[in-house]
C-alpha cells in the first residue's frame, strides 16, 4: 500500500510509514495516488509517476 504527501510517495508496511527511494527518477512533487489495471499512479504539480508493481517510472 503507498501514500502520497507533498513531500513524497511513502510505502506502507506493519503500520508504518516509509520514503519509497526513487532514484534517479528525481520526482519533486506527489499528490494523487490511484490504481487502473495493475499500476498506481502518483500524479503531483509537476510530476506523474506510475507504478507496475516492481518500479516506478516517470510519465512527465
Known sequence: M???SRRG????EDGRLSL???GAI???S????TANKGHL???GEKDV???D???WSAIA
Open 30 to 33: 506527489f499528490g494523487v495516488s
Open 20 to 22: 519509497v527511494e526513487l
Open 49 to 51: 509517476l506510475s507504478y
Open 41 to 43: 499512479w502518483s500524479i
Open 53 to 55: 508493481g516492481a518500479s
Open 26 to 28: 528525481g520526482a519533486a
Open 2 to 4: 503507498f501514500a502520497a
Open 9 to 12: 510517495l511513502y510505502s506502507i
